[in-house]
């Protein structure tokens, strides 16, 4: 700035120049990107169904899941059975419906874990810095170093087999990834001056955290949350497939896939619909996922 | 160089002692009496059963069983296999490399395949390509490993029979025949690599086609390909360093899938058959070792990436 | 005379661990012992290239980050053994408005939330009552009532600025760090948000610690200034005196670097010289001995004592002529 334009005479301020309009918070601005993105939206709708399906499922599968019939052994597809019956003669598209009641449960439920450890953590570790930052990410290092599956394997196995500890085995096994993720956006949030002036207004230690730096890292934690949940669900499956996840009879998407094995040749619908379902699924939820990363993070791209 | 090395097995080391407590503390989560498991049949001899309780150290406090079993450790004694009675380490040392084949064959497949689609993606940047490219790796990551194995085993040895669906040859049997049954295998396995390196080759060719560099090279009317080749790839070299490492665990998780679906016996197929017969040294050694290796490959990536991109060099 | 805000000896050092593969540790010694002291509803400049540690300075006195030594005082209050109660009661009567107007405001809170939060903490007002005086606030730096219900992304970065102040003002604190209140703006808008600094100090009566590296917008703002190189204050005066007749060969230099009213005196005399050194590795003796024009041996090993005959101090072996 040079000295002759600073001002000289006593005129206050002038007064500010008009605003826009209409008001938008930064929430509704990123419902409208996101709204703007069809093949997310389409992502969305996609999920909708399937929760629809695993909540009615009683009401839209056309048959019991677990009733065998020795009449009806690996038909293929028909007008009765639109995809087929399987060894023991059970209808696929009611066990594929009933199948989501697992795959839906299991990916929330363990990506719910997964937050719930790894958040607080996360946030400790960013706003504690110094030691108990150290240790913490040493603690989330070492379990990064295990491959994902195999901790989860490991987990499930000394745990025991069934929904449940599947459950909680991908649930720790993902916790890690959210602990990085809210750890990064603790750190960038905290740099931000206005969480520095909220200390200089007088807040203390933890509502500063908990009103000024927490809201920051809920849309990072949204977009992880959403691909975590696909990447449950993949492991939920390949843990059943393994048969380390539900239990026979019950119907998982997974455990169809591994009985579907032995009759490939015979019997290929028997594999084909639930690995269709879970791509759907999975596809969807990366696509949200994807969706929420451009419309909460616009400077990206 | 040497102590920067230093530096960072320094960092190095407590994470693996944190990996081996980790492992160590799996254990402790199991119902039941590892000693009844271990006894089997004799279950019922409670001289039996005190007699393994003092050979396993069960009947001592947890860090006196944690130092003696890190102990074993590294001394290169992971314990023994409660079913075959075999050292856990010799057990990994037979299967591992049948795993190590497949991960080097998959890893190869997807930057064969990763690598050039994701310059493609670049070049034409949000254009047909590009999108395309995109929509096959997400799709591609959105497969499960196990179920792209049996549609392909469905379609490539059912329907064309032209691979066999299952079973392994070693490669110095007879290398036709270890190729014919693993490379099926190989592809699914390198299917969700493929598709991340895609996109991070992707990522880093546009940073690198943005560079000064580029531009002049460019302007000096050289091919817009030879640009690329020439001068923008050599970046997109480092995300393939350091993914190699990086994903070595979605590797060696995919090849547990892999092998049980095409029946290899490899190092993820003994994981699943010793969480069925309870043979948890097994299980432990096995998330032992791949934790290693993971760490291993990653110091290595680290020091590689230097060496790739001397600019970072004493940065 | 009783000081609002008193400094001395301030120290902040700071530990930088990068590199790769090497990793580097460097003790970066941002303030390395600088005294001064602000009257009541003075304004007081603190000026210095950027890295100099003026920042510091400033989030130190105000302690919102932990200084290694020294003293603050504020009024009768030692700041840094303050705790609990006492610090909150201390934080009302000491402000602060940063830099970027973009970062200094949560993007997900209304105006109106932003402004009732100070009143909230202190339990001054809440609901109704905080929004009526937090429209007033708005209101004294010359933005709208309807602004209360809006974002921060919707205002321009002027706007944002008077923003800030509304809420460094909500406490009605007897002092404002203002951490180069102006440095991010447009200079069209800058000369707007200075007056109206200039308009809310004299009539609310604020002491003020101005921080800026433009000498011009201190030399119109402030009272007195000091002058600072490498993380320590080389020259201390009344703005008039220091800037009319540097004593510090430093000073002089930034004088003679920024435009000047009279034209006269303009271009005759060389630019700022030399790369400013980093305070990792400050030079031994006089930090400023590599840029110095005066510079001598004695420059080079020994550190100048500080030398105050009439209240406008320096720290330098050969100062520039009085007269
Ligand atoms: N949190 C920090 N960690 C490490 N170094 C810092 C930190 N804050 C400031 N510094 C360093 O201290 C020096 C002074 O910084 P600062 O006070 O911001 O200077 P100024 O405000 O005068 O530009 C700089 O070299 C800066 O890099
Ligand atoms: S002490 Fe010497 S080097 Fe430092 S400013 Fe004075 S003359 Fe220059
Ligand atoms: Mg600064």
Same mark, same amino acid.
């Given at each position: 700035?040079?000295? *002759?334009?600073?001002?000289?005479?006593?005129?206050?301020?002038?007064?500010?120049?008009?605003?826009?309009?209409?008001?938008?918070?930064?929430?509704?601005?990123?419902?409208?990107?996101?709204?703007?993105?069809? $093949?997310?939206?389409?992502?969305?709708?996609?999920?909708?169904?399937?929760?629809?399906?695993?909540?009615? *499922?009683?009401?839209?599968?056309?048959?019991?899941?677990? *009733?065998?019939?020795?009449?009806?052994?690996?038909?293929?597809?028909? *007008?009765?059975?639109?995809?087929?019956?399987?060894?023991? #003669?059970?209808?696929?598209?009611?066990?594929?419906?009933?199948?989501?009641?697992?795959?839906?449960?299991?990916? $929330?439920?363990?990506?719910?874990?997964?937050?719930?450890?790894?958040?607080?953590?996360?946030?400790?570790?960013?706003?504690? #810095? #110094?030691?108990?930052?150290?240790?913490?990410?040493?603690?989330?290092?070492?379990?990064?170093?295990?491959?994902?599956?195999?901790?989860?394997?490991?987990?499930?196995?000394?745990?025991?087999?069934?929904?449940?500890?599947?459950?909680?085995?991908?649930?720790?096994?993902?916790?890690?990834?959210?602990?990085? $993720?809210?750890?990064?956006?603790?750190?960038?949030?905290?740099?931000?001056?206005?969480?520095?002036?909220?200390?200089?207004?007088?807040?203390?230690?933890?509502?500063?955290?908990?009103?000024? $730096?927490?809201?920051?890292?809920?849309?990072?934690?949204?977009?992880?949350?959403?691909?975590?949940?696909?990447?449950?669900?993949?492991?939920?499956?390949?843990?059943?497939?393994? #048969?380390?996840?539900?239990?026979?009879?019950?119907?998982?998407?997974?455990?169809?896939?591994?009985?579907?094995?032995?009759?490939?040749?015979?019997?290929?619908?028997?594999?084909?619909?639930?690995?269709?379902?879970?791509?759907?699924?999975?596809?969807?939820?990366?696509?949200?996922?994807?969706?929420?990363?451009?419309?909460?993070?616009?400077?990206?791209? | 160089?040497?102590?920067?090395?230093?530096?960072?097995?320094?960092?190095?080391?407590?994470?693996?002692?944190?990996?081996?407590?980790?492992?160590?503390?799996?254990?402790?989560?199991?119902?039941?009496?590892?000693?009844?498991?271990?006894?089997?049949? /004799?279950?019922? !001899?409670?001289?039996?059963?005190?007699?393994?309780?003092?050979?396993?150290?069960?009947?001592?406090?947890?860090? /006196?069983?944690?130092?003696?079993?890190?102990?074993?450790?590294?001394?290169?004694?992971?314990?023994?296999?409660?079913?075959?009675?075999?050292?856990?380490?010799?057990?990994?040392?037979?299967?591992?490399?049948?795993?190590?084949?497949?991960?080097?064959?998959?890893?190869?497949?997807?930057?064969?395949?990763?690598?050039?689609?994701?310059?493609?993606?670049?070049?034409?940047?949000?254009?047909?390509?590009? &999108?395309?490219?995109?929509?096959?790796?997400?799709?591609?990551?959105?497969?499960?490993?196990?179920?792209?194995?049996?549609?392909?085993?469905?379609?490539?040895?059912?329907?064309?029979?032209?691979?066999?669906?299952?079973?392994?040859?070693?490669?110095?049997?007879?290398?036709?025949?270890?190729?014919?049954?693993?490379?099926?295998?190989?592809?699914?396995?390198?299917?969700?690599?493929?598709?991340?390196?895609?996109?991070?080759?992707?990522?880093?060719?546009?940073?690198?086609?943005?560079?000064?560099?580029?531009?002049?090279?460019?302007?000096?009317?050289?091919?817009?390909?030879?640009?690329?080749?020439?001068?923008?790839?050599?970046?997109?070299?480092?995300?393939?360093?350091?993914?190699?490492?990086?994903?070595?665990?979605?590797?060696?998780?995919?090849?547990?899938?892999?092998?049980?679906?095409?029946?290899?016996?490899?190092?993820?197929?003994?994981?699943?058959?010793?969480?069925?017969?309870? !043979?948890?040294?097994?299980?432990?050694?096995?998330?032992?070792?791949?934790?290693?290796? &993971?760490?291993?490959?990653?110091?290595?990536?680290?020091?590689? &990436?230097?060496?790739?991109?001397?600019?970072?060099?004493?940065? | 005379?009783?000081?609002?805000?008193?400094?001395?000896?301030?120290?902040?050092?700071?530990?930088?661990?990068?590199?790769?593969?090497?990793?580097?540790?460097?003790?970066?010694?941002?303030?390395?012992?600088?005294?001064? =002291?602000?009257?009541?509803? @003075?304004?007081? %400049?603190?000026?210095?290239?950027?890295?100099? %540690?003026?920042?510091?300075?400033?989030?130190?006195?105000?302690?919102?980050?932990?200084?290694?030594?020294?003293?603050?005082?504020?009024?009768?209050?030692?700041?840094?053994?303050?705790?609990?109660?006492?610090?909150?009661?201390?934080?009302?009567?000491?402000?602060?408005?940063?830099?970027?107007?973009?970062?200094?405001?949560?993007?997900?809170?209304?105006?109106?939330?932003?402004?009732?939060?100070?009143?909230?903490?202190?339990?001054?007002?809440?609901?109704?009552?905080?929004?009526?005086?937090?429209? =007033? +606030?708005?209101?004294?730096?010359? +933005?709208?009532?309807?602004?209360?219900?809006?974002?921060?992304? @919707?205002?321009?970065?002027?706007?944002?600025?008077?923003?800030?102040?509304?809420?460094?003002?909500?406490?009605?604190?007897?002092?404002?760090?203002?951490?180069?209140?102006?440095?991010?703006?447009?200079?069209?808008?800058?000369?707007?948000? +200075?007056?109206?600094?200039?308009?809310?100090?004299?009539?609310?009566?604020?002491?003020?610690?101005?921080?800026?590296?433009?000498?011009?917008?201190?030399?119109?703002?402030?009272?007195?200034?000091?002058?600072?190189?490498?993380?320590?204050?080389?020259?201390?005066?009344?703005?008039?005196?220091?800037?009319?007749?540097?004593?510090?060969?430093?000073?002089?230099?930034?004088?003679?670097?920024?435009?000047?009213?009279?034209?006269?005196?303009?271009?005759?005399?060389?630019?700022?010289?030399?790369?400013?050194?980093?305070?990792?590795?400050?030079?031994?003796?006089?930090?400023?001995?590599?840029?110095?024009?005066?510079?001598?041996?004695?420059?080079?090993?020994?550190?100048?004592?500080?030398?105050?005959?009439?209240?406008? %101090?320096?720290?330098?072996?050969?100062?520039?002529?009085?007269?």
């Amino acid at each position: 700035m040079t000295a *002759a334009t600073l001002p000289s005479t006593s005129t206050p301020g002038a007064p500010a120049a008009s605003v826009a309009p209409r008001t938008r918070s930064p929430r509704q601005l990123a419902v409208r990107r996101f709204l703007g993105r069809p $093949v997310a939206v389409a992502g969305l709708v996609v999920i909708l169904a399937f929760i629809v399906i695993a909540v009615a *499922a009683p009401l839209l599968a056309p048959y019991d899941p677990i *009733a065998t019939s020795w009449s009806a052994i690996r038909k293929a597809p028909s *007008a009765a059975h639109w995809m087929g019956t399987d060894e023991n #003669g059970r209808d696929v598209l009611s066990r594929v419906i009933f199948g989501a009641r697992a795959s839906m449960l299991a990916g $929330v439920v363990s990506v719910l874990i997964a937050a719930g450890i790894g958040v607080p953590a996360g946030l400790i570790a960013g706003f504690a #810095g #110094g030691w108990t930052d150290t240790i913490l990410s040493r603690i989330v290092d070492a379990m990064l170093a295990c491959p994902f599956l195999i901790l989860a394997i490991a987990l499930a196995a000394f745990l025991g087999p069934d929904l449940t500890n599947a459950m909680i085995a991908i649930g720790v096994s993902t916790a890690p990834r959210f602990m990085r $993720v809210a750890r990064a956006a603790t750190l960038d949030a905290a740099s931000n001056e206005y969480v520095e002036a909220a200390r200089a207004l007088g807040n203390p230690p933890w509502r500063v955290a908990l009103r000024h $730096v927490l809201p920051n890292i809920v849309p990072p934690v949204l977009v992880q949350g959403t691909l975590a949940i696909a990447a449950a669900i993949i492991a939920e499956a390949s843990l059943s497939f393994l #048969g380390l996840g539900q239990q026979p009879p019950a119907p998982s998407w997974g455990s169809m896939l591994n009985a579907a094995q032995r009759f490939l040749s015979q019997a290929p619908w028997l594999a084909i619909f639930p690995g269709l379902a879970i791509f759907l699924v999975v596809l969807s939820f990366n696509l949200v996922g994807d969706g929420l990363r451009d419309a909460l993070d616009p400077r990206r791209r | 160089m040497s102590g920067s090395l230093g530096a960072r097995i320094g960092q190095i080391i407590p994470t693996l002692l944190l990996v081996s407590v980790l492992v160590f503390g799996l254990q402790q989560l199991m119902p039941g009496d590892p000693a009844l498991i271990m006894a089997g049949e /004799e279950r019922g !001899d409670p001289q039996v059963l005190a007699q393994i309780r003092a050979e396993l150290w069960l009947d001592r406090s947890l860090p /006196e069983q944690y130092v003696h079993w890190m102990d074993g450790v590294l001394h290169g004694n992971l314990g023994y296999s409660w079913r075959i009675r075999q050292p856990v380490s010799q057990l990994i040392a037979q299967k591992l490399p049948v795993t190590l084949q497949l991960a080097v064959m998959a890893f190869a497949i997807a930057v064969l395949i990763g690598v050039p689609a994701g310059i493609v993606a670049a070049v034409y940047r949000n254009r047909f390509w590009d &999108y395309l490219a995109n929509a096959i790796g997400l799709a591609g990551l959105s497969t499960p490993t196990f179920w792209l194995g049996i549609m392909l085993i469905l379609l490539v040895s059912v329907q064309l029979q032209w691979l066999p669906p299952s079973g392994y040859v070693p490669l110095f049997e007879d290398w036709r025949q270890s190729l014919a049954t693993t490379i099926m295998p190989a592809f699914v396995l390198g299917n969700a690599i493929a598709a991340i390196l895609m996109r991070h080759t992707r990522s880093a060719m546009l940073t690198a086609l943005d560079q000064d560099y580029v531009r002049t090279a460019r302007a000096k009317g050289l091919r817009e390909w030879t640009v690329v080749l020439r001068h923008a790839l050599r970046n997109a070299l480092i995300p393939v360093v350091t993914l190699g490492a990086l994903e070595l665990g979605t590797l060696l998780s995919g090849a547990v899938l892999t092998e049980q679906v095409f029946s290899i016996p490899g190092f993820g197929k003994m994981i699943v058959d010793a969480v069925f017969n309870r !043979d948890y040294p097994v299980v432990q050694g096995v998330v032992l070792v791949t934790a290693f290796l &993971y760490v291993l490959l990653n110091l290595i990536a680290d020091v590689l &990436y230097v060496v790739i991109n001397p600019r970072l060099r004493g940065a | 005379m009783s000081h609002v805000l008193q400094v001395a000896g301030l120290k902040k050092h700071f530990t930088v661990t990068k590199g790769f593969p090497k990793p580097v540790t460097t003790i970066v010694r941002a303030v390395d012992g600088v005294d001064f =002291a602000v009257q009541p509803a @003075e304004a007081f %400049g603190l000026v210095g290239e950027s890295g100099c %540690g003026k920042s510091t300075v400033a989030r130190a006195a105000l302690r919102l980050i932990e200084p290694d030594a020294g003293s603050v005082r504020f009024g009768d209050t030692d700041v840094l053994a303050a705790r609990g109660g006492a610090l909150r009661r201390l934080r009302r009567r000491m402000q602060i408005v940063f830099q970027d107007p973009y970062s200094s405001l949560n993007p997900r809170r209304t105006i109106g939330r932003t402004l009732a939060e100070p009143l909230s903490v202190h339990g001054i007002a809440r609901g109704r009552a905080a929004r009526e005086q937090a429209g =007033a +606030l708005l209101a004294e730096v010359g +933005l709208p009532e309807t602004a209360l219900d809006r974002y921060p992304h @919707e205002f321009s970065g002027g706007q944002r600025q008077r923003i800030g102040i509304a809420r460094a003002l909500a406490l009605q604190p007897e002092l404002i760090v203002a951490d180069e209140p102006v440095s991010a703006l447009d200079v069209s808008v800058q000369a707007q948000v +200075l007056l109206l600094l200039r308009e809310l100090q004299s009539r609310r009566g604020l002491a003020f610690v101005f921080v800026s590296h433009d000498l011009g917008v201190v030399r119109w703002f402030c009272a007195r200034v000091a002058v600072m190189y490498l993380g320590r204050i080389v020259e201390q005066g009344p703005v008039a005196e220091v800037f009319a007749r540097p004593r510090h060969p430093y000073t002089r230099m930034l004088r003679d670097a920024s435009p000047i009213p009279d034209p006269s005196q303009r271009g005759v005399l060389p630019r700022v010289v030399g790369e400013i050194p980093s305070a990792a590795a400050p030079p031994p003796g006089c930090h400023f001995h590599p840029r110095c024009p005066r510079a001598t041996d004695r420059c080079t090993q020994e550190y100048p004592a500080w030398t105050d005959p009439d209240g406008h %101090g320096f720290a330098c072996h050969h100062p520039e002529p009085a007269g």
